[in-house]
């Protein structure tokens, strides 16, 4: 089975622009997390979709969002870019919900805010 | 106030030495997964235990649900275990996910 991809890799954007991010999951997982890993704050969860409802959020503001579509891809989009938003994004999924499932994580697409 | 502590922050080891990383936590929890970060960014999930203990090769995670407290131990250490360790909580009302600032770990041949 193919892995859990991510697109793309690697972002540079400027200060106030918005991005989409792209997780397709492994095929039959249902569940997709979103992750931000900075050097300062270390991993921190985002949010987490199981068929297509946002089942969990982060403590982050409400310029990230995210969506999930029926076939279990999903979409995380950041508005109105800030510099602290530069880190590294990783989603998971899992089989069902991540509580009681092993989660296998993407390569992460790692964005760069000038 | 950290959910999830973890200790040590970096370890180094000579080869062959048995390591352990410990991870404490103050959540009600359902799981605790143990995660493993190589240079570049790739994460791969090494264990979810909920109770007792699980082996992987030379991998051992253990955890005491009453102290709040898991272990990962790594056997006669590799220079190819030289990797970024993460300990995970679930919080039990499922609306949190909680890292450790993760133990970086460098096995020297």
């Known amino acids: 089975k193919a892995g859990v991809t991510q697109t793309p890799r690697y972002l540079i954007k400027t200060r106030g622009q918005q991005v989409t991010l792209s997780c397709s999951p492994i095929s039959g997982h249902r569940s997709v997390s979103w992750y931000q890993q900075t050097p300062g704050q270390g991993l921190q969860f985002l949010f987490e979709?199981?068929?297509?409802?946002?089942?969990n959020k982060g403590n982050f503001p409400g310029r990230f969002s995210g969506r999930q579509f029926s076939n279990s891809r999903s979409e995380m989009n950041v508005s109105t870019l800030e510099l602290g938003d530069s880190a590294l994004y990783l989603c998971?999924?899992?089989?069902?919900?991540?509580?009681?499932?092993?989660?296998?994580f993407g390569p992460g697409t790692r964005l760069t805010v000038l | 106030k950290n959910e999830v502590e973890q200790s040590p922050q970096n370890l180094t080891a000579q080869e062959g030495e048995f390591i352990t990383i410990n991870c404490s936590y103050s959540v009600g929890i359902s799981a605790l997964h143990w995660l493993q970060q190589h240079p570049g960014g790739g994460i791969v999930s090494l264990f979810m235990l909920s109770s007792g203990k699980k082996k992987h090769g030379r991998l051992i995670a253990t955890i005491n649900i009453q102290e709040k407290h898991s272990s990962l131990h790594i056997t006669a250490s590799h220079p190819r275990d030289s990797a970024v360790y993460i300990c995970a909580v679930p919080e039990n009302t499922g609306n949190q996910f909680y890292f450790g600032t993760g133990t970086s770990l460098t096995v020297i041949p």
């Open positions: 998971a999924s899992s089989l069902n919900r991540r509580l009681t499932d092993t989660q296998y």
């Open positions: 979709y199981f068929s297509e409802t946002q089942r």
